[in-house]
Nanobody
Framework: QVQLVESGGGSVQAGGSLRLSCAAT????????MGWFRQSPGKERAFVAA????????SYADSVKGRFTISRDNAKNTVVLQMNSLRAEDTAVYYC?????????????????WGQGTQVTVSS
């Protein structure tokens, strides 16, 4: 079993930055692929970014490319999502997810482990 805890959410004005962190504990989290998803009220959970366990494969949703950066530190079992140039449409609950290597990293169904989410609010 793997437990995930997100932190770093909050409120920021448009154009600002936030840094989300996800701490993983439990069974060999350093060998799992990791992703970030987000969900706004009335919308389905959407892919944001993902990184494989070796950090040699990274993917971003088109809407965040060039603004968000995902990284991980396997020694500390943490994954970070650096979010710059935030927009009002980035407002959502952001979820950290972990899953076995080799599956489609942009699909929520690939991830059996999820954090409880952290709220990000961007005001225009």
């Amino acid at each position: 079993q793997v437990q995930l805890v997100e932190s770093g959410g909050g409120s920021v004005q448009a154009g600002g930055s936030l840094r989300l962190s996800c701490a993983a504990t439990g069974r060999t989290p350093s060998t799992l692929d990791m992703g970030w998803f987000r969900q706004s009220p009335g919308k389905e959970r959407a892919f944001v970014a993902a990184i494989n366990w070796r950090s040699d494969w990274i993917s971003y949703a088109d809407s965040v490319k060039g603004r968000f950066t995902i990284s991980r530190d396997n020694a500390k079992n943490t994954v970070v999502l650096q979010m710059n140039s935030l927009r009002a449409e980035d407002t959502a609950v952001y979820y950290c997810a972990a899953g076995p290597s080799g599956l489609s990293l942009s699909s929520a169904s690939s991830y059996p482990y999820w954090g409880q989410g952290t709220q990000v609010t961007v005001s225009s």
